[in-house]
């Protein structure tokens, strides 16, 4: 069964809390809907008998705390060890992730350990069969763009779960464990103890962990040439809808027929996923996105990549690590991570292209992607801007003499290099070694040059870094366009083939002259790759019917052009609805198969990905 959109009943439902005070009913609903307590068939139901409705003047409903002890106490009894709170400041602060929406969860619990997410999923799993509204969101540092951490019922927070495990370097793998709790920053760290890093690195990768990086399928600079996540996943722990965890890893021919022939949920799951791809391989194969970033939908085309035929003469893997990185925790929650990481690069050259004509801006890129470059990072001239009348800004990240050495360098590229004319986009390319040793950077500067664009090879680290803070903090930096509005997430995830690059962002700036707005823009160029933050202001109460506006306008554009409208944020509550523009029915039905066989009780995150159940009108923050 699915789950219903009416928050009320999610409200009635939830029944775990502390402390004990009187615990007010939620305000933010999924779907606007009249106010009252609406108990599923509560008279199979005795904890519902515990949540008497209490009415009050100011909230209008209340309820008898005692069904949230009751609940906090089933917890307690199977073994759990970690925090239940509905504390007001806990909801109001997950009631917001770094998207564009406010919705406020009921309980908060936070598990210390595997064995506490195992309690919950196995206790709250029981009680979603009574109380249908009753459902588990992870959420890790709650930086993502798209509110998949979001929820109107249960978050399971996994701070608690930040262990850094092992570092294991073996001839040609280097391979580490960890919780997902871990900040990303901490594991890099450990990382580098040994030369090594995680090459999918996010430019969040300071305030973000690697848990939530796995529920995203989260991508950054370096994907260019290595790709998401889910490309680097040895394997994972993840607690299923039975409340036990299962090691989930690639499997070969004779791993998968053995796990078959066992009885447990990850080999029910594995035997049916299986079956699901044998049924629909042509149409999974045709829907499989264009291009080469993509973190929409479950990534079934990737589970065996060498398709059916040859997995069964025993060639390749049956994987699906590959469609539980980036499933926004929407099939299961992961609880231990294994992932393979690479020596750092030295060496390397960057390349710094200023265009100043757009239509230019393709033709220097693509040619770029004849070198293998690691990455090819792009920034418009507003972030430009923004950086250069913000110098305060960049105090607190560089320290000391290096802070007036960077805006030095900053301005005199700005008024000796560019000649105070900012390009319209400045290009990063970066190069490695193997490939500067077989041509000289100059010598490819020179032929990835246009006409108005000349490409320079950027010798001095102080202007490197220049141009790297400026990159890294574009987001940030576009918030001091205006203090009272907010740059908002909803198209910052559109990715279209390179070579579409410069008619598609030329249409773009068109819908923002037609919708009267402004964006600052920056991203992955190589990848096609652009993050629009629309400068809106939340408090006027037009914004939800634009936002919805241009969100449908603005994905048409990246559809027309060979695009994806979810390059790495993942689906969340903003693309959920609009996964129709690049997906056929039919793959949206084997996406909805797919989540139902590992949730069939709709235990984990429901409404994100599939079966979308938040309204983003009504859902949409009144603050910026
Ligand atoms: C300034 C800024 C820059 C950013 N840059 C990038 C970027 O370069 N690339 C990029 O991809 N993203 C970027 N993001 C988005 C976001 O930071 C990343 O997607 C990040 O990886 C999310 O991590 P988190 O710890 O905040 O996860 P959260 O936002 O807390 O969670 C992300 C998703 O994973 C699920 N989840 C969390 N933990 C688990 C678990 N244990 N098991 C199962 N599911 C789980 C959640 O339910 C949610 O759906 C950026 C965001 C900001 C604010």
């Known amino acids: 069964m699915k789950k219903s959109s009416s928050a009320p009943e999610v ?24 106010r009252k307590i609406a108990l599923k068939d509560s008279k199979k139901v005795p904890l519902a008998m515990t949540a008497k409705k209490i009415h009050t003047r100011d909230t209008g409903i209340k309820r008898n705390p005692l069904g949230h002890l009751l609940m906090e106490k089933m917890l307690r009894e199977a073994g759990f060890h970690g925090e239940v709170s509905t504390a007001k400041e806990l909801l109001d602060k997950y009631s917001t992730d770094e998207s564009i929406f406010s919705i406020r969860p009921q309980v908060v619990i936070r598990p210390r350990h595997k064995s506490d997410v195992e309690v919950v999923v196995k206790t709250i799993g029981r009680e979603t069969k009574r109380f249908s509204s009753l459902s588990l969101t992870p959420r890790a540092a709650g930086t993502g763009l ?47 103890k040994h030369d090594l ?25 370096d994907s260019l040439r290595y790709g998401h996540c889910a490309d680097w996943v040895e394997s994972l722990d993840v607690v299923l809808k039975d409340g036990k965890s299962y090691t989930i890893k690639p499997l070969t021919l004779k791993e998968f027929q053995a796990l078959i022939k066992q009885k447990h949920e990850h080999a029910r799951i594995a035997q ?32 065996i990549p060498e398709g059916v035929v040859a997995f069964k003469k025993g060639k390749g893997v049956f994987d699906l690590t590959r469609i539980i990185t980036g499933s926004q925790g929407t099939i299961g929650i992961v609880t231990n991570i294994t992932m ?75 008024h000796v290099r560019f000649a105070r004319k900012i390009p319209e986009f400045t290009v990063l390319i970066t190069l490695d070694e193997e490939t500067t040793q077989k041509k000289p950077a100059v010598e490819i500067a020179k032929e990835i040059s246009t006409k108005s664009s000349k490409a320079r090879v950027v010798t001095n680290q102080v202007e490197a870094e220049m141009y790297w803070q400026i990159r890294r903090a574009s987001y940030t930096l576009s918030k001091f366009q205006d203090r009272n509005k907010r740059p908002a997430a909803f198209l910052e995830d559109m990715t279209v083939p390179p070579e579409n690059l410069s008619k598609f962002f030329m249409q773009i700036k068109k819908l923002f002259k037609e919708f009267n707005v402004t964006a600052a823009v920056h991203g992955h160029g190589g990848n096609g790759h652009f993050h629009f933050y629309p ?63 590992f949730d069939p009780d709709d235990i984990f995150n429901p409404g994100k990905k599939v079966n979308p159940r938040f309204d983003i009108r009504h859902n949409i923050r009144h603050t910026n």
């Open 535 to 597: 400068l809106l202001d939340f408090t006027n109460k037009t914004t939800p019917a634009l936002v919805e506006k241009m969100a449908d306008a603005f994905f048409d554009t990246a559809v027309k052009f060979k695009g994806d409208i979810c390059g790495e944020h993942n689906d969340g509550i903003i693309r959920t609805p609009y996964l129709h523009k690049m997906f056929s029915k039919k793959m949206l039905e084997i996406f909805k198969e797919t989540e139902h066989l």
């Open 11 to 34: 409200a009635a439902a939830v029944v775990v809390a502390a402390p004990i005070k009187k615990v007010p009913v939620k305000k933010a609903v999924a779907k606007k809907a009249p």
């Open 146 to 192: 798209g509110g998949g951490s979001l929820t109107d019922s249960i978050v399971v927070d996994m701070m608690h779960l930040n262990k850094m495990g092992d570092v294991t370097i073996k001839k040609d793998k280097a391979v580490f464990t960890c919780e997902p709790g871990l900040m990303w920053r901490d594991m890099e760290k450990e990382l580098k």
């Open 197 to 221: 890093y995680l090459p999918p690195y996010t430019a969040s990768k300071d305030i973000c962990t690697i848990g939530g990086a796995i529920g995203n399928n989260s991508a950054g600079p």
């Open 272 to 303: 049916s996923i299986y079956e699901l791809i044998v049924k629909n391989e042509v149409e999974i194969k045709r829907n499989k996105p264009k291009t080469k970033k993509n973190s929409s939908g479950y990534a079934l085309w990737n589970v």
């Open 340 to 414: 393979r990481a690479l020596p750092i690069q030295k060496n390397t050259s960057l390349l710094m292209v200023p265009i100043f004509d757009l239509a230019e801006a393709a033709d220097t890129i693509v040619k770029s992607l004849k070198y293998n470059p690691i990455n090819v990072e792009i920034f418009d001239a507003l972030t430009f801007d923004l950086a250069l009348s913000n110098p305060d800004f960049f105090k607190q990240r560089l320290s000391g003499l290096m802070y007036y050495r960077v805006m030095l360098s900053m301005y005199t590229t700005y």
